[in-house]
């Protein structure tokens, strides 16, 4: 089993910045992917970003390309996603996701979630 836990969401103006984290604590898989996903209300959940446990390559929604990094410290089993410039519509809850299988963006291949973080973006 592992556990996830997110932190450091919040509330910010529009333009603003936001830097989530997520540790991961039990079980760790050589190799396993991280990935951060969101869902807003109303909204199906969708994908974010994904980093690579092993080799660091990451992958990005268009939406977020440019505005959101994520990278991870593999001594600390966290991941962290930061947000720069943010949208009103970057409002949601995020969720980081693991899974042993590999870089995917479908978020029925993840195995664990963490109970999500809210960030909310005021225009």
């Known amino acids: 089993q592992v556990q996830l836990v997110e932190s450091g969401g919040g509330l910010v103006q529009a333009g603003g910045s936001l830097s989530l984290s997520c540790l991961a604590s039990?079980?760790?898989?050589?190799?396993?992917?991280t990935a951060w996903f969101r869902q807003a209300p109303g909204k199906e959940r969708e994908f974010v970003a994904v980093?690579?446990?092993?080799?660091?390559?990451?992958l990005y929604a268009d939406s977020v390309k440019g505005r959101f990094t994520i990278s991870r410290d593999n001594a600390k089993n966290t991941v962290y996603l930061q947000m720069n410039s943010l949208k009103p519509e970057d409002t949601a809850v995020y969720y980081c996701?693991?899974?042993?299988?590999?870089?995917?963006?479908?978020?029925?291949?993840?195995?664990?979630w963490g109970q999500g973080t809210q960030v909310t973006v005021s225009s």
């Open positions: 039990g079980r760790t898989f050589r190799g396993y992917t």
């Open positions: 980093i690579r446990r092993n080799t660091g390559t990451t």
């Open positions: 996701a693991s899974n042993s299988q590999g870089m995917t963006t479908a978020a029925s291949v993840y195995d664990y």
